[in-house]
Nanobody
Framework: QVQLVESGGGLVQAGGSLRLSCAAS????????MGWYRQAPGKQREWVAG???????SYADSVKGRFTISRDNAKNTVYLQMNSLKPDDTAVYYC???????????????WGQGTQVTVSS
């Protein structure tokens, strides 16, 4: 089972930026598609961005053009660069190993502790 540790969250003003990191255990990281998800208070967890093992990326419409997902296979780490943050981006952010099928990014592992992102207006 892959262990996932998210970090990099914090409090930022609207319009600001944050870079989240997700360190994953295991020797098969480079072969895994990875995704970022978020859960705002009182809402269901939602998919935000994904990256395949080959480096192809996909984004939810709500973050397209503002967020960038990337990966460093040598460090077993996936990143989420978040720019032009909005109060609606406030949530706990999680990463996960994912299965991609027909543009659906489905999480495969147990969730980590996540990292809190709070955007003030």
């Amino acid at each position: 089972q892959v262990q996932l540790v998210e970090s990099g969250g914090g409090l930022v003003q609207a319009g600001g930026s944050l870079r989240l990191s997700c360190a994953a255990s295991g020797s098969t990281f480079r072969t895994n598609a990875m995704g970022w998800y978020r859960q705002a208070p009182g809402k269901q967890r939602e998919w935000v961005a994904g990256i395949t093992s080959g480096g192809n990326t996909s984004y939810a419409d709500s973050v397209k053009g503002r967020f960038t997902i990337s990966r460093d296979n040598a460090k077993n780490t996936v990143y989420l660069q978040m720019n032009s943050l909005k109060p609606d981006d406030t949530a706990v952010y999680y990463c996960n190993k994912v299965f991609v099928y027909l543009s659906r990014w489905s999480p495969l592992e147990s969730w980590g502790q996540g990292t809190q992102v709070t955007v003030s207006s």
